[in-house]
């Protein structure tokens, strides 16, 4: 089983990132940059993506809360307070896109939310070089990129997320 990582890193004021948590996850509208992002994918039998699903808790908060607390999916959260930045990780996060749909529903609620920032679901702890989802945050939008190696993503960002899960897997002992 290879799982990739999630490493989550967007600028948001501390008081929306609070009425995001405060949000019910809901199932999100099939735009074209899902469909897209969706097309580019190279996976074993594929199917369409006629339905996104949603986690099934009452609040976004809960969902973040479980996978912090499962130590299997060893995550870790931090919010600076200067920066008003919000960074999310998880060494063991997924091994398919089935199973991601309901993190990606998630984080397409941010817009709106999020300032800027970025989102990367990819094989970190297998060298790296494969992008499962690519999230860029700008002007008020969450948009799904079709890269789907790291050398597409701005080398800045790439190594932001490098450094962010070698420091986690360290404080973990699995590193």
């Known amino acids: 089983m290879e799982l990739d990582s999630l490493y989550i890193s967007i600028r948001i004021e501390k008081a929306r990132l609070n009425e995001f948590f405060a949000a019910q996850p809901i199932s999100p509208n099939n ?43 060893g995550a ?3 919010y600076d307070e200067e920066k008003q930045r919000w960074t999310f990780a998880a060494l063991n996060f997924s091994e398919n896109y089935h199973e ?4 990606l529903a998630l984080l397409k609620q941010l817009e709106g939310y999020a300032l800027d920032g970025f989102v990367l679901i ?39 997320a490098d450094q962010y899960l070698q420091a986690l897997a360290e404080d973990l002992g699995a590193g």
Not at 100 to 103: A, D, H, Y
Not at 123 to 151: I, P
């Open 100 to 103: 991601i749909l309901p993190m």
């Open 76 to 78: 870790k959260e931090h």
């Open 122 to 160: 990819f094989d970190w702890m297998w060298g790296g070089d494969t992008v499962m989802v690519y999230v860029d945050f700008k002007e008020d939008r969450a948009l799904f990129e079709t890269v789907t190696e790291s050398s597409e993503i701005e080398l800045k960002r790439f190594e932001e």
């Open 31 to 73: 735009a074209a940059d899902w469909s897209q992002w969706w097309a580019s994918r190279q996976m074993y039998s594929k199917t369409a993506l006629e339905i996104i699903p949603s986690y099934s808790k009452v609040r976004i908060r809960e969902v973040f809360d479980n996978l912090l607390k499962d130590r299997f999916y």
